[in-house]
């Protein structure tokens, strides 16, 4: 079992920043590739950004890219969501997700990760 835990979420003006943190723990960190998801009310949760074992490769939702910048921090067992000028439709409780190193490719759907952490809410304010 891998218990995740986000933090850093809040409100936050239109174009403000904020960084999400996920904690890992259970297992070894380094064996699990990450994701950050994100579900505004009455709507789908959605995929924000992807970053695998060793951080070397990272994948973007349209929508955030070049805003959101993915990284982690294997000694940390720490994941982080980077988020920069914010925009109102990003608002949305924040999930963070953990699926085996061993999986092809980077996971980019809900049904691909195993673990999940119960979420952090985001709200910009316009």
């Known amino acids: 079992q891998v218990q995740l835990v986000e933090s850093g979420g809040g409100l936050v003006q239109a174009g403000g920043s904020l960084r999400l943190s996920c904690a890992a723990s259970g297992r070894t960190f380094s064996n699990y590739a990450m994701g950050w998801f994100r579900q505004a009310l009455g709507k789908e949760r959605e995929f924000v950004a992807a970053i695998d074992w060793s951080g070397r490769s990272t994948y973007y939702a349209d929508s955030v890219k070049g805003r959101f910048t993915i990284s982690r921090d294997n000694a940390k067992n720490t994941v982080y969501l980077q988020m920069n000028s914010l925009k109102p439709e990003d608002t949305a409780v924040y999930y963070c997700?953990?699926?085996?190193?061993?999986?092809?490719?980077?996971?980019?759907?809900?049904?691909?990760?195993?673990?999940w952490g119960q979420g952090t809410q985001v709200t910009v304010s316009s």
């Open positions: 997700a953990a699926v085996p190193w061993s999986h092809p490719g980077l996971a980019i759907t809900t049904q691909e990760y195993d673990y």
